[in-house]
């Protein structure tokens, strides 16, 4: 079954979302959020430290704690995680994976010791592309940051030779767009690859997720403000999953961080950015609907 | 045998996996629950949870060398429940082909082997990691008093593996799962020993329930 994995950047005690990793937005705390999602049928987590790297340390470690006692599904962290002292405490604190790009680039020898530690299964490399000017693929670091001179695709090979049990794609041209996957890219390394592939950066519509699974083999699909948007603005029964207050875009405390009006001006000006929200019951029924296996919605009561 | 002290449930600790994931599932489930790698605990344990994650053999090694595999052995034959999850599930049989060829706990008779690989044209990834359906493994047969009661047909549970279980007695498939090429015994319950491939602690509400129905059956 094709797994649908909100992702949460978060950014101090706040889920936060961006467009091509900048210019990030307050949303809501991290386990409330976490909470909808389990509640709305979300297959996986991913939690990202969004200044983790640039500060070289991941702080998530409280939320992780607080959201594993609540939530049980599988939960990847990213974000700042340089070492095996970093993955075994984020791990203990109730993570089931975790991804690393920085630290993996700087030292590929990292995934391979935490591979041998830990097992493959939960040791995720996040890649973070750019398409280059002569139609290759880049690595970027440090979110977004900073360009490598790394080939993607060959990194993502040599990651799951050096034991990565994941591959997690991030077009960080397309994150926040809304503008679709990089269908062609995803298609290219989940064919190479023995591993399953997340597929990363530009959810804008439904038909994003269908596309990057039937043409681009996507084995997983993670996505972030086209659930975010709908969770916080869904008229109707969705809204109860939020104490959400127009004025104050924000869930739990009082925040306003200027997404309402971020919304009704078309996205801060991007004209070009086109998000129709969607919830994960509707969007797991239209891939079902068109042939797509995912995991059912039913689960029992407790 | 257990005193007035002992918890719910032994947790044993052997080295390896996320044991926490386990304990905070059935801490949430309001059962008592100890994380313990030492034989007295496992001896007087009212019931046994072996979780798991990682490779057959350091498993079995780690047991051995902790002494587990004989008080384990001990309290199963008394009759103590006994749940396995994922590899914890694949210790319980006879004998295992990871990593060339290995004994387990012996408590199911029955092998543990890999996913046959993907054939020209068949994309599927090895490991299986993700959600898949459990279905009754014999006709006629039903889930009620098991490990599966109130369950809806065909939950689907999460699954990170690359090895499956095959016990010969076709009476200890509780539910089987295809993926591939493969269809594995998902569920095995054979009197007071039962066993998960997947990981209910990581499989939503359906996955709770499968805990509660360990914890609450006497």
């Known amino acids: 079954m094709v797994r649908i994995i909100p992702r949460l950047d978060i950014k101090g005690p706040n889920v936060v979302k961006g467009i091509q990793f900048d210019g990030n937005r307050v949303l809501g705390t991290p386990d409330a959020l976490a909470e909808i999602y389990y509640r709305e049928g979300a297959d996986e987590l991913i939690f990202y430290d969004t200044v983790a790297s640039l500060y070289r340390r991941n702080s998530l470690l409280e939320y992780i704690r607080k959201t594993a006692a609540k939530i049980f599904i599988p939960m990847t962290v990213a974000g700042g995680i340089r070492s095996v002292e970093d993955i075994r405490e984020i791990l203990r604190a109730g993570a089931d994976k975790v991804a690393i790009n920085t630290a993996a680039i700087e030292n590929p020898n990292l995934l391979k010791e935490a591979a041998q530690i830990f097992g493959s299964q939960c040791i995720v490399a996040s890649i973070e592309f750019y398409q280059t000017t002569h139609g290759g693929y880049e690595v970027w670091t440090d979110y977004g940051r900073q360009p490598t001179g790394i080939d993607a695709f060959d990194w993502a090979r040599r990651a799951v030779d050096l034991g990565a049990g994941e591959i997690l794609l991030t077009s960080i041209r397309r994150d926040g767009m809304g503008n679709g996957f990089d269908v062609d890219f995803t298609s290219k390394v989940a064919k190479a690859v023995p591993v399953p592939v997340i597929a990363g950066g530009g959810a804008g519509k439904k038909e994003d997720f269908l596309s990057v699974i039937a043409q681009g083999a996507a084995d997983a699909v993670s996505a972030a403000s086209v659930f975010h948007y709908y969770y916080a603005t869904a008229p109707g029964d969705n809204r109860r999953w939020m104490s959400f207050d127009e004025s104050r875009l924000r869930m739990g405390e009082d925040i306003d961080s200027g997404n309402i009006d971020f919304l009704k001006d078309g996205y801060g000006g991007y004209k070009n950015i086109m998000v129709n929200h969607v919830g994960l019951p509707e969007l797991k029924n239209y891939l079902d609907e068109c042939g797509v296996p995912v995991r059912g919605l039913a689960y029992a009561k407790r | ?218």
């Open chain 2, 1 to 218: 045998m257990p005193n007035a002290k002992s918890p719910d449930a032994v947790i044993i600790d052997y080295g390896v996996g996320n044991l926490f994931n386990v304990q905070r599932a059935l801490d949430l489930l309001g059962a008592s629950s100890v994380i313990s790698g030492k034989p007295e605990d496992i001896l007087s344990a009212k019931k046994l949870i072996l979780p798991g994650v990682g490779a057959f053999e350091a498993g079995m090694r780690y047991l051995n060398e902790r002494g587990l595999v004989s008080a384990i052995r001990k309290r199963a034959a008394e009759g103590c429940p006994v749940l396995g999850i994922c590899l914890g599930m694949q210790l319980l049989m006879t004998h295992s082909e990871e990593g060339g060829s290995h004994d387990g706990l012996n408590l199911i008779a029955g092998k543990v082997r890999r996913f046959q690989a993907p054939n020209n044209g068949q994309s599927y990834k090895i490991p299986q990691i993700g959600w898949n359906r459990l279905t009754l493994a014999s006709k006629g047969g039903n889930w009620r008093d098991t490990l599966l009661n109130g369950l809806d047909e065909a939950p689907c549970m999460y699954f990170v593996h690359s090895y499956c279980v095959y016990p010969e007695s076709a009476q200890a498939w509780l539910a089987q799962t295809e993926y591939g090429q493969d269809r594995f015994c998902s569920v095995l319950l054979q009197d007071n020993i039962q066993g998960c491939q997947f990981h209910p602690e990581r499989s939503g509400e359906m996955g709770l329930r499968i805990l509660k129905n360990f914890i609450s059956k006497k």
